[in-house]
Protein backbone atom coordinates (compact mmCIF):
# COMPACT_ATOMS: atom_id res chain seq x y z
CA UNK A 1 0.00 0.00 0.00
CA UNK A 2 1.51 3.17 -0.70
CA UNK A 3 1.56 6.47 1.85
CA UNK A 4 0.35 9.27 1.70
CA UNK A 5 4.07 10.96 2.42
CA UNK A 6 5.96 10.62 -0.09
CA UNK A 7 9.40 8.88 0.91
CA UNK A 8 12.18 11.38 2.41
CA UNK A 9 14.53 12.02 0.10
CA UNK A 10 18.72 11.97 1.20
CA UNK A 11 20.39 14.91 -0.21
CA UNK A 12 23.56 13.54 2.20
CA UNK A 13 24.17 11.12 -0.40
CA UNK A 14 23.80 11.64 -3.50
CA UNK A 15 25.06 11.02 -7.11
CA UNK A 16 25.19 12.84 -10.24
CA UNK A 17 27.68 13.38 -12.98
CA UNK A 18 29.47 16.39 -11.99
CA UNK A 19 29.61 15.62 -7.87
CA UNK A 20 29.43 12.53 -5.65
CA UNK A 21 28.01 14.04 -2.23
CA UNK A 22 28.72 11.21 0.42
CA UNK A 23 27.29 12.20 4.33
CA UNK A 24 27.28 15.63 3.05
CA UNK A 25 31.11 16.34 1.88
CA UNK A 26 31.15 16.56 -1.93
CA UNK A 27 33.43 15.46 -4.27
CA UNK A 28 33.97 15.18 -7.96
CA UNK A 29 32.53 12.48 -9.27
CA UNK A 30 35.08 11.49 -12.18
CA UNK A 31 38.34 11.56 -9.92
CA UNK A 32 36.91 11.50 -5.99
CA UNK A 33 38.56 14.42 -4.96
CA UNK A 34 37.36 16.95 -2.78
CA UNK A 35 39.61 19.65 -4.86
CA UNK A 36 40.05 18.68 -8.18
CA UNK A 37 42.00 20.76 -10.73
CA UNK A 38 40.94 18.77 -13.61
CA UNK A 39 37.19 19.63 -12.96
CA UNK A 40 37.89 22.10 -11.28
CA UNK A 41 36.34 22.47 -7.92
CA UNK A 42 37.12 23.45 -4.66
CA UNK A 43 34.22 21.69 -2.31
CA UNK A 44 36.21 22.12 0.92
CA UNK A 45 34.41 25.91 2.38
CA UNK A 46 30.74 23.87 1.82
CA UNK A 47 32.00 20.87 3.17
CA UNK A 48 32.93 22.64 6.50
CA UNK A 49 30.06 24.13 6.88
CA UNK A 50 28.23 20.97 7.68
CA UNK A 51 31.25 19.73 10.17
CA UNK A 52 32.13 23.06 11.94
CA UNK A 53 29.54 23.41 14.73
CA UNK A 54 30.30 20.03 15.87
CA UNK A 55 33.94 20.66 15.61
CA UNK A 56 33.13 24.22 18.28
CA UNK A 57 31.88 21.72 20.48
CA UNK A 58 34.65 19.02 20.91
CA UNK A 59 37.91 21.59 20.44
CA UNK A 60 38.54 24.30 22.95
CA UNK A 61 38.95 27.92 21.70
CA UNK A 62 42.46 27.08 21.18
CA UNK A 63 42.47 24.09 19.70
CA UNK A 64 40.22 25.89 17.19
CA UNK A 65 41.64 28.79 16.57
CA UNK A 66 45.43 27.37 16.22
CA UNK A 67 44.76 23.97 14.98
CA UNK A 68 41.78 23.92 12.44
CA UNK A 69 42.84 25.11 8.74
CA UNK A 70 39.31 25.65 7.98
CA UNK A 71 39.83 25.87 3.67
CA UNK A 72 42.90 25.58 3.98
CA UNK A 73 43.03 21.65 5.24
CA UNK A 74 44.21 18.77 3.18
CA UNK A 75 41.85 18.05 0.88
CA UNK A 76 39.76 14.29 1.21
CA UNK A 77 39.75 12.10 -1.55
CA UNK A 78 37.20 9.08 -1.83
CA UNK A 79 38.85 7.79 -5.19
CA UNK A 80 38.35 4.15 -5.52
CA UNK A 81 36.53 4.43 -1.90
CA UNK A 82 33.26 4.11 -3.12
CA UNK A 83 30.72 2.72 -5.81
CA UNK A 84 27.12 2.42 -6.33
CA UNK A 85 24.73 0.38 -3.66
CA UNK A 86 21.38 0.20 -3.70
CA UNK A 87 19.13 2.50 -4.70
CA UNK A 88 22.17 4.18 -7.12
CA UNK A 89 23.60 6.04 -3.47
CA UNK A 90 26.71 6.33 -3.21
CA UNK A 91 28.01 4.00 -0.48
CA UNK A 92 31.77 2.75 0.52
CA UNK A 93 33.53 -0.39 -1.47
CA UNK A 94 34.56 -2.27 1.76
CA UNK A 95 31.03 -2.60 3.16
CA UNK A 96 29.07 -1.71 0.23
CA UNK A 97 26.59 0.51 2.60
CA UNK A 98 25.55 3.82 1.43
CA UNK A 99 26.39 6.24 4.52
CA UNK A 100 29.04 4.57 6.37
CA UNK A 101 29.45 6.32 9.22
CA UNK A 102 33.00 3.89 9.55
CA UNK A 103 34.43 4.48 6.26
CA UNK A 104 32.82 8.58 5.80
CA UNK A 105 32.28 9.63 9.36
CA UNK A 106 33.94 13.66 8.66
CA UNK A 107 33.43 15.16 11.01
CA UNK A 108 35.26 12.45 13.14
CA UNK A 109 38.38 12.16 10.57
CA UNK A 110 38.63 15.90 10.97
CA UNK A 111 38.91 15.64 14.59
CA UNK A 112 41.25 13.02 14.77
CA UNK A 113 43.37 14.97 11.79
CA UNK A 114 43.80 17.62 14.76
CA UNK A 115 43.92 15.33 17.47
CA UNK A 116 47.06 12.91 15.73
CA UNK A 117 44.34 10.08 15.80
CA UNK A 118 43.36 9.87 19.03
CA UNK A 119 39.08 10.14 19.19
CA UNK A 120 36.65 12.76 20.61
CA UNK A 121 36.65 13.25 24.09
CA UNK A 122 33.59 13.02 26.13
CA UNK A 123 33.22 15.93 28.04
CA UNK A 124 32.13 16.19 31.40
CA UNK A 125 28.59 16.64 31.36
CA UNK A 126 27.89 13.61 28.83
CA UNK A 127 30.23 11.39 31.40
CA UNK A 128 28.26 12.43 34.34
CA UNK A 129 24.90 12.18 32.88
CA UNK A 130 25.79 8.53 31.42
CA UNK A 131 27.42 8.10 35.04
CA UNK A 132 24.70 9.05 36.69
CA UNK A 133 22.34 6.52 34.72
CA UNK A 134 24.63 4.14 35.21
CA UNK A 135 24.24 4.53 38.97
CA UNK A 136 20.64 4.68 38.25
CA UNK A 137 20.67 1.07 36.70
CA UNK A 138 22.24 -0.53 39.12
CA UNK A 139 20.08 0.40 41.64
CA UNK A 140 17.10 -0.46 40.09
Known amino acids: MD ?6 EDYDNVVDSYSV ?3 GFIFCTRHGLEVCNKCPTDNRSSN ?3 VED ?5 LTE ?3 STKWKGDEREPFSVARKWTRVSKDKPGCIAHKK ?4 ECFNWGEQ ?3 GIHGGRKPRVSRVSRKSRDHTADEDRIN
Open 3 to 8: SQFPAE
Open 21 to 23: TIN
Open 48 to 50: NMS
Open 54 to 58: MLREK
Open 62 to 64: EEY
Open 98 to 101: AACN
Open 110 to 112: LYR
